[in-house]
């Protein structure tokens, strides 16, 4: 049994949440569900997809938690023809010295922007599989560590648009979460055009904490208190997915890992340090709904992931009685 959290330890990673949430807000306006679930990712050390139509803000959601964090970033813009070497790095063969030197790639930052993942090759995506997974990357036999924290964020069109790939069930499994980043509300969208008149709302963010303080706060959210009663209500909900009858790929174990690790991530962000099971409800759809793969039967029907999802949550009975503990940080 991994030892709980101290109470500054956990204001500490409160606090943070909530300045991370600040800073992204004033950039990603009227989207406060997007910006809730990206810094969640974050503290929860996972990696988050973005996905929607061009021109919403992806992008410019993850610069500015880039930005917010004040580490190392790298930029990879995905396209047709991207080689897995422009993703990972390549070995130069010198001359001089007859020997090999590595050459890191844009992968080696504490935050990866991967934008329009899809528009690669399912090659070119595998590069990231184990970057996402191991932390670290193997090139001609030498393995390279990650920087700590290391988070991609990826950004995606509809499959279905020109030039688009399907992401492969690896790939995605390896993403904590998806968002979906919708268009603003009129007020929000008319608030936008004013500000970037005159500015880049991108030019006034700055850091509010550091890439060593993600690191710390990612351990202090795994160590967060999660009763055995909502371990077991995840596993439920886990393979209840794997039991439907509308899908033909269900959740996987990891998938559970890390919707128990991301509602950890957003009870310090509510300033609790234990894991509710509305926590857990919550990340539901952003955690699993990308992973899973409709049935045949579910096609012909018109039935969505998400439709069988809800059912999932309104048949998988909520654990009762003791879940918390008595700590609770002050708001």
Known sequence: MHSLPARPEVEAVTHTARALTESLGDVVRGRPALVRLTVSVLLAGGHLLLEDVPGVGKTTTAKALAQAIGGQVGRI???????????????IYHTETHDLQFRPGPVFAHVVIA????????????????????RQV????????????????ATQNPVGMDGTYALPEAQR??????????????????????????????????????????????????R????????????????????????????????GIQLLRAAKAVAVSDGRDHVLPD?????????????????ADA????????????QVL??????????????????
């Open 299 to 310: 096609r012909l029907a018109g039935s969505t992931v998400t439709e069988t999802l809800t």
């Open 115 to 134: 934008d329009e993942i899809n528009r690669a090759s399912p090659k070119t995506q595998s590069a990231l599989l184990e970057c996402m997974q191991e």
């Open 138 to 153: 193997t090139v001609d036999g030498t393995t390279h560590p990650l920087p700590d924290p290391f988070m991609v964020v």
């Open 77 to 91: 813009q995905f396209t047709p023809d991207l080689l897995p070497g422009d993703v990972t790095g390549v070995s």
């Open 279 to 295: 926590d857990v409800q919550e990340l539901v759809l952003p955690v699993l709904a990308h992973r899973l793969l409709p049935s």
């Open 173 to 222: 499994d390896r993403f904590m979460a998806r968002a979906m980043v919708g268009y603003p509300d009129p007020e929000d969208e008319l608030d936008m055009l004013e500000r970037q008149e005159v500015a880049d709302p991108l030019a006034s963010v700055h850091p509010v904490t550091s890439a060593a303080e993600i690191a710390h706060h990612s351990t202090v959210v795994r």
């Open 224 to 255: 967060i208190y999660s009763a055995p009663s909502i371990k077991e209500y995840v596993v439920a909900l886990v393979r209840a997915t794997r039991e439907h009858p509308m899908l033909r790929l269900g959740a996987s174990p990891r998938a």
């Open 314 to 331: 309104a048949h998988v009975p909520v654990p009762v009685g003791r879940t918390k503990r008595a700590l609770r940080v002050p708001v």
